[in-house]
């Protein structure tokens, strides 16, 4: 036993409210195998305080690795919803297999994703598989970062990844970040927007922030002022101030950085080193800071009697959700859901829109990275997962009786996987 696994289960009453809505970061990870997802995901989970075992990927405890066979394997095979608390916002972190074997579900999670992190390998660059994973969720019109990873790594070249990245896979990445050190000497980075620095000691020890190293500053202005042009060639209201005044303020930067990130004509890169915990926490706040929420996302797409209709995501609307996951476990069989629109509470009654049977919600869980924690009902824009559903496959939707609507065709037979 890994003893990572979610043993209790806390009930709470807490609920997200319709402003509260606007905190919560439905993302991805996005990655070729080996490239560092779990590792990411991992710190993420370590710093949002998910967890407080401390898992290694080599030695099998990974939070989100729930199943033996997945860590025989070495990879991700089952998508596995975990959420996270950070800096005033919720992070569900949704797992996106980063094998091709498994298509059928990274197209499923792409699907319940509201952005994601594309982690590149800083020696490899783009690799065949990241070029896969990403036109699929160029499909899906996932708005996405990328995190130059494994920077601590001999042969680490954050330009030349960058230049591969522009090259296979998106015309105008926009470099947020100047590293510090090389290497083995990787200590950190320069935040091109506030012009700080950001280092990082050895061991748990979070960001130390300070003034950008004297012998960086001129390279830091030069790079600041190479992101400040790619930024007004591509945002309106950018050029007009970098027309004005020649320059770009960091409010400016970061609004506009926001924008070409949610349209995706931009693509924010920042850089880390996962392994050593490095440049984690500027990736959360970028996710927070560029990343939509599910209020920003349109309104999802269902039919219903051959006609369409289109849900925004209000909790008072009715309710409608996509299962996008069925996990076998200890606990029950977990039907992972994310709520498109409306509210649904302990106790009732669903339609499984694609197979016209009954479902009942008898528990609704937040799994953590440690726990679950039940709660009483789940909003629009959430992502939940449910006890009771007996049936419901991925791919269903599951709707209010009343309301019937469908948001994507049965899908073809997906096994219930067993997590003993
Ligand atoms: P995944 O297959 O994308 O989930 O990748 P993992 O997170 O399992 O990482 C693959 C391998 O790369 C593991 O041996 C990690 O320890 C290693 N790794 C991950 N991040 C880093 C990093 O920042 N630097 C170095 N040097 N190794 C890393």
Same mark, same amino acid.
């Given at each position: ?121 800083a020696v ?26 494994k920077l601590d790594r001999a042969g680490a070249d ?24 090389q290497e ?27 003034? &950008?190293?004297?012998?960086? /500053?001129?390279?830091? $202005?030069?790079?600041?002022? +190479? !992101?400040?042009?790619? %930024? =007004?060639? *591509? ?33 924010? &890169?920042?850089?880390?080193? /996962?392994?050593?915990? $490095?440049?984690?926490?500027? +990736? !959360?706040?970028?996710? %927070? =800071?560029? *990343? ?33 996951? &069925? ?94």
């Amino acid at each position: 036993s890994t003893g990572t696994r979610p043993t209790g289960t806390r009930t709470t009453t807490g609920t997200l409210s319709t402003g509260a809505l606007s905190t919560v970061r439905n993302l991805g990870i996005l990655a070729h195998v080996d490239a560092g997802k779990t590792t990411v995901t991992e710190r993420i989970l370590y710093l949002a305080g998910a967890t407080h075992k401390r898992g290694e990927v080599h030695h099998g405890t990974t939070v989100t690795d729930f199943d033996p066979q997945e860590r025989d394997r070495g990879i991700t095979i089952f998508a596995a919803a975990v959420s996270c608390d950070w800096d005033g916002h919720r992070i569900n972190l949704i797992d996106t297999p980063g094998h091709v074997d498994f298509s059928d579900e990274v197209e499923r999670s792409l699907r319940v994703l509201d952005g994601a992190v594309a982690v590149f390998d800083a020696v490899a660059g783009v690799e065949p598989q990241s070029e896969s994973v990403w036109r699929k969720a160029d499909r899906h019109g996932v708005p996405r970062i990328a995190f130059v990873n494994k920077l601590d790594r001999a042969g680490a070249d954050l330009d030349s990844a960058v230049g591969s990245i522009r090259r296979r896979l998106h015309p105008a990445p926009l470099v947020v970040q100047l590293p510090i050190g090389q290497e083995d000497g990787f200590t950190g980075v320069v935040d091109l927007l506030r012009m700080r620095a950001l280092t990082w000691a050895d061991g748990q020890g979070g960001a130390v922030e300070g003034p &950008v190293p004297a012998e960086l /500053a001129e390279e830091a $202005r030069r790079r600041r002022r +190479l !992101l400040e042009e790619a %930024v =007004a060639e *591509l945002h309106p209201g950018a050029l007009e101030e970098f027309c004005e005044h020649s320059a770009l303020s960091a409010a400016t930067l970061a609004t506009a950085l926001r924008d070409l990130t949610r349209t995706g004509e931009g693509l924010v &890169v920042l850089c880390g080193s /996962a392994y050593r915990n $490095r440049g984690i926490e500027p +990736l !959360l706040a970028a996710v %927070v =800071a560029y *990343l939509p929420s599910p209020l920003d996302v349109p309104p999802v797409r269902g039919t219903h009697g051959g006609g369409e209709q289109r849900r925004a995501a209000d909790p008072a609307a009715p309710f409608a959700a996509l299962v996008f996951k &069925v996990n076998s476990t200890a606990t029950g069989r977990l039907t992972y859901l994310r709520v498109y629109s409306g509210t649904i509470e302990k106790g009732a009654a669903v339609l499984d829109a694609g197979a016209r049977r009954t479902e009942r919600i008898s528990r609704i869980l937040r799994v953590q990275a440690d726990r679950h924690t039940e709660v009483d009902r789940a909003v629009a824009g959430d992502i939940v997962a449910v006890i009771g559903p007996k049936a419901a496959r991925a791919g269903a939707t599951l709707c209010l009786p009343a309301a019937p609507l469908l948001l994507e065709p049965p899908s073809v037979a997906d096994p219930v996987v067993s997590v003993a």
